[in-house]
């Protein structure tokens, strides 16, 4: 990804804002909603799965492209729905400025204005080091290229949440898939929007057990993978 692109703030289907860069037609969530493609690809297709199969006294999630934070924000509220302790690792190789953050409109849509500062916090919180921004969910962002990865046998959920293989096809590589597995525990899951047949084959070559779900709003598939 090139730095220094134009980047805009737009709206999307759902009501919810995202961040669009023109000369790339790329965005950061789905023009169909963010807020949706959030919680049917991250939260019902990750969260609620991996929960409903097994109890975690803390449940460790890796956030590939920690962007905008929507992923984290939604999984803290869930999370506290259900009483859950997380470990929150997102990481970003090119954190978005906080002056675009402020035109974000999450907490608004979420119907979470309880809970802006925390939404604040995680935004405003130091990389690279880990901020308890409640006592029962733990974030540590790291700026770092996805391609440096070398964590082993440490999370128990993935979420890929790169920019497509259109823009950046290195991020949906055999090299790359091949350090989540390393970085899943056993029984680990993966989740992701895309439902390319590059992606899935390039899964299922390290050894990630490949599902094909049916999609958030405006996408028929996307892909879930297991760590067996």
């Known amino acids: 990804m090139k730095e220094n692109l134009k980047r805009e703030i737009i709206t999307t289907s759902d009501g919810s804002t995202t961040i669009h860069f023109p000369e790339l037609d ?17 939260i019902k297709s990750g ?15 890796l956030e590939i492209g920690f962007g905008t934070g929507l992923n984290a924000f939604i999984t803290y509220l869930e999370a506290l729905r259900i ?10 190789a090119y954190p978005v400025p906080l002056d675009e953050i402020k035109f974000l409109n999450y907490v608004d849509q979420l119907s979470a204005l309880n809970y802006q500062t925390v939404f604040d ?23 770092q290229l996805f391609l440096d990865i ?22 949906w590589s055999v ?3 091949e350090k989540m597995y390393e970085a899943l525990m056993d029984k680990g899951v993966l989740v992701t929007y895309s439902a390319k047949g590059s992606v899935r084959r390039a899964m299922q070559e390290v050894g990630f057990v490949v599902e094909r779900l049916p999609g958030p709003p405006g996408k ?3 892909l879930r993978a297991t760590k067996n």
């Not at 790329?26 to 991250?42: C, L, M, P, R, T």
């Not at 969260?47 to 999630?61: K, T, V």
């Not at 990389?127 to 790291?142: H, P």
């Open 47 to 61: 969260f609620d799965h991996i929960l409903g199969a097994r109890n975690f006294p803390e449940l460790n999630i």
């Open 83 to 92: 009483s859950q302790k997380i470990n929150y690792i997102g990481v970003e």
């Open 175 to 177: 090299d790359i898939f």
């Open 121 to 143: 916090k995680m935004h405003q919180s130091s990389w690279n080091d880990r901020t308890m921004i409640s006592s029962s969910f733990f974030l540590t962002k790291r700026k």
């Open 150 to 171: 070398d964590d082993k046998n440490c999370f128990n959920l993935i979420y890929f949440d790169a920019f497509g293989a259109r823009v950046q096809p290195e991020l």
């Open 26 to 42: 790329e965005h950061y969530h789905s023009i169909h909603g963010a807020i949706n493609e959030a919680k049917h690809v991250f």
């Open 220 to 222: 028929r598939e996307m």
